[in-house]
């Protein structure tokens, strides 16, 4: 079945760095890939959608100047988080679709747990 | 490796139950969850089981899991207009790492 990989899968730095967490389709061409951020035991928020070649798409309250999205090719994407503090300890989840909305299949990487210091 | 699934489509006449199946490989999971996403939205968290639990029901939900044949079901009661989405199953390792199925799309027949 199709594979979608992040890295690194825990990262932890200090507060006021940037980090950058890589989402990669390994076996498919994603058309479109989605950002979430997960609290323990609780929902999955969408963060943005990314199409490759165009600037991503954010959902409302997530500051696009913090959380940098990036889809350079059909199977990677990446996520920066610039300036990062505390409150953004949390695990990244993205997905990866050959159509254009979430309503297509996704299939989803294992997640990028987050500690910042 | 870790490996979930779940077919995609799935009709139900509005009232009747619906039942989602799931079917997984690595049994060493810690706790098992149910998601919801309607279009352009999150996955909502509907409910979880934990590995050594049979049965757990909340409200209109009821999840069942067979560990001997490795398989997760969630069934809704009554099923209403609104509960039409895409639902996902998960297996959670306690290693902060997640697999998910590749959702069922649940299409409620008036």
């Known amino acids: 079945g199709a594979v979608v990989s992040q890295h690194p899968s825990r990262v932890i730095c200090k507060s006021g760095t940037s980090v950058k967490i890589e989402c990669r389709s390994l076996?498919?061409?994603?058309?479109?890939m989605f950002w979430y951020r997960q609290f323990p035991k609780q929902s999955l928020m969408l963060m943005a959608t990314?199409?490759?070649?165009?600037?991503?798409?954010?959902e409302q309250g997530v500051e696009k100047d913090k959380f940098l999205i990036n889809h350079a090719s059909l199977t990677l994407s990446t996520l920066t988080v610039t300036s990062a503090h505390p409150e953004d300890s949390s695990f990244y989840i993205c997905?990866?679709?050959?159509?254009?909305?979430?309503?297509?299949?996704?299939?989803f990487g294992p997640g990028t747990r987050l500690t910042v210091l | 490796g870790e490996d979930v699934e779940q077919s995609l489509f799935l009709s139900v006449r509005e009232g009747d139950s619906s039942v989602i199946n799931c079917t997984y490989t690595?049994?060493?999971?810690?706790?098992l969850y149910w998601y919801k996403q309607e279009p352009g939205a999150g996955l909502q968290l509907l409910t979880y089981?934990?590995?050594?639990?049979d049965m757990k029901q909340d409200q209109r939900l009821t999840v069942l899991l067979n560990k001997k044949d490795k398989h997760l079901s969630l069934r809704i009661a009554d099923t209403q207009t609104g509960d039409s989405a895409i639902y996902f199953c998960?297996?959670?390792?306690?290693?902060?790492?997640?697999?998910f199925g590749t959702g069922t799309r649940l299409t409620i027949i008036p």
């Open positions: 997905s990866a679709s050959t159509g254009a909305s979430s309503t297509d299949t996704q299939y």
């Open positions: 076996d498919f061409q994603a058309t479109t």
């Open positions: 690595d049994s060493s999971s810690t706790y």
């Open positions: 089981i934990f590995s050594n639990m």
């Open positions: 998960a297996e959670d390792f306690g290693n902060e790492k997640l697999t």
């Open positions: 990314s199409n490759e070649g165009s600037k991503a798409t954010y």
